[in-house]
């Protein structure tokens, strides 16, 4: 039977997402950046895609005969003052992608996408149907070239790119780690859409493997959460069994499990004093054992991926720290779809290290909003596309 009681203590990330004042949920998973990554320019000067130039931020260590090692702590003492922040699955909007196409460099990267994906994305994020920009598939490339258009936007804004270049950390919800990786030069906007789109593919197989289902729970801390799981694993077999999949922010946290051991987390919610649940929309348990299938075919990807260290601290959903050594990206990666997401963690970290000014890129607000719950005081500016 499938054990999934992988329990992780609060540093780990992934994809929920707080979508209205109501505190209701739905599920939520590089452009230009400053002097070590650089765009490449068409002969219009419009912006088409990543290369690295220089990494005079990065130190290398030098291990046997000429190789190099990267050490993977260097971030480790990162002072954020200004952040790009990237959402993830369940931000997807009808209507989103419009807005780029009145900015060339943004166009052009859903038309890159079309070659890639094989099917017109552009279209089904501004015309639908819902029910398909909502799938799995789907949503999680949509939101991806979606969220680096929209750095693409505030580039061509008055102060845009002062902005752009003043940021020094970057993170994004489960999905939005790939966004926010892009936009820090670890890999270019055609690999990161490559490895989303192959991740969507595997998350949605591995979800119609099993019956399985995530709820969100409204209203109680991390502890009287994980109390609810105890209660309801108690009487549903192991493969039913579930466990806290994202650490979202104070009073919301997502259960992932099998369906009957969600059933048993709702019919129970009420007694442990939850205001309320949300199921969620979602193609089945992210962020736990149910998700070990995706997890080989995110490895074999990764592996053939080039991926080279950011050239600013990006923060992991599942640690909540950033890393530089780019097979310990791939590692991070591939454990991601299985690991509860360390999102809470990731916000009091960084505004407690100083963080003044954020800016959340892409569809929705749902990241703002999160800021919010944890420092009414905190600032988060979106530039949408």
């Not at 070590?36 to 690295?52: A, C, E, I, Q, T």
């Not at 003492?77 to 990237?86: H, I």
Request: aromatic share 6%; hydrophobic share 40%; net charge positive.
């Amino acid at each position: 039977m499938r054990s999934l009681l992988h329990r992780t203590p609060p540093l780990k990330a992934h994809c929920l997402i707080l979508r209205t004042t109501t505190m209701a949920t739905s599920y939520s998973s590089s452009l230009l950046l400053p002097p070590s990554v650089s765009l490449n320019k068409s002969r219009n000067g419009s912006s088409l895609g990543f290369s690295s130039v220089n990494r005079s931020r990065v130190s290398m260590s030098v291990s046997a005969g000429s190789q190099t090692t990267l050490n993977d702590s260097l971030f480790a003492d990162y002072k954020p003052s200004s952040a790009f922040l990237f959402p993830g699955q369940g931000a997807q909007a009808i209507g989103m992608g419009k807005e780029a196409q009145s900015v060339a460099a943004a166009a052009d990267l859903y038309t890159k996408a079309n070659n890639i994906l094989g099917y017109d994305l552009l279209d089904i994020c501004v015309n639908g149907p819902k029910e398909k920009l909502d799938s799995t598939v789907i949503s999680q490339p949509a939101i991806y070239v979606t969220s680096l258009a929209a750095v693409e936007l505030l580039r061509v804004r008055e102060g845009g790119e002062q902005i752009i270049n003043s940021v020094d950390v970057t993170c994004g919800l489960s999905l939005g780690e790939y966004t926010a990786l892009a936009f820090a030069g670890a890999f270019s906007f055609e690999d990161g859409l490559k490895l989303v789109k192959l991740r969507g593919e595997a998350m949605q197989a591995a979800a119609d493997a099993a019956k399985s289902a995530m709820v969100s729970i409204i209203g109680l801390d991390s502890e009287k959460v994980q109390q609810l799981c105890d209660a309801a694993n108690q009487e549903v077999e192991e493969a039913d069994k579930v466990q806290i999949a994202n650490y979202l922010c104070p009073g919301n946290y997502a259960v992932s499990g099998g369906l009957k051991g969600i059933e048993a987390v709702e019919a129970k919610a009420k007694s442990f004093k939850a205001r309320m649940t949300v199921r969620l929309a979602v193609a089945g348990a992210f962020h736990t054992s149910f998700m070990e299938p995706a997890v080989s075919r995110l490895e074999a990807a990764l592996a053939s991926t080039e991926i080279r260290s950011p050239r600013i601290p990006v923060i992991s959903n599942v640690d909540a720290q950033p890393h530089a050594d780019p097979d310990t990206i791939k590692k991070i990666l591939a454990r991601q779809v299985t690991s509860p997401v360390q999102w809470e963690t990731t916000v009091k970290t960084l505004l407690s290290k100083g963080l003044k000014s954020s800016y959340e890129l892409g569809p929705g607000k749902v990241i703002a909003g999160i800021f919010k719950r944890v420092d009414k005081s905190a600032s988060v500016e979106n530039i949408s596309a």
